[in-house]
């Protein structure tokens, strides 16, 4: 490169400073063809999605983040490299592990196969403000509101009648004591699931 730049054709050449990742640099300007994953005017910083010193001058000084879609990490001065901003529903140092709110397994370090993190489904029966809705690997659904249980708030709880699959939801069957059969429990006043109609 010139020395000063733009000093035309009789201004001193001197080397590029690329930190050993290019061949060359602009004459002019002195930015650098940068390569082995880096960046930067003299190649001194490792592309997005890559990690590393790109200033100590080897080929291997970056090296690809081990996050998911080519999220960007962070080398800590302990060493742990650590991935940002990973995709909705992933957490994790690595986004190794399903956000609350969502399912999966994608380093298939609980089920040993590899699954990608889905959003929970709960039939629209939960608090989406509350933690802990569904299991993060199963996707089995824990704080079922509006009177529903199961596996997906998919049914209405004993002593409720409806669908927990619509808007209507469950409600409490209306049975009067006195002239109601009571259930097998002897405790709990049953009604017709679809109806509500007492027995």
Known sequence: RRQPSFGGPFASCVPCDCHNHSLSCDVETSR?????????DNCERCLP??????????PDDCQKCPCPAGVSCTQLPQGNVVCLNCPAGYTGDR?????DG?????EGLVTGVRRPCEKCSCSGNIDTNTIGNCNTTTGH?????RNTYGVYCEKCIPGHWGDAL?????HACNCHPKGTQRHSDNSLLQCNLQTGQCP
């Open 95 to 99: 986004c190794e592990y399903c956000d």
């Open 49 to 58: 999605g890559y990690y590393g010193q790109a200033h100590q001058g080897t």
């Open 141 to 145: 659904c824990l704080r079922c509101n």
């Open 166 to 170: 619509l808007d209507i939801k469950c």
């Open 102 to 106: 969502y399912f999966g397994d994608p």
């Open 32 to 40: 650098c063809a940068c390569q082995h994953h880096t960046t930067g």
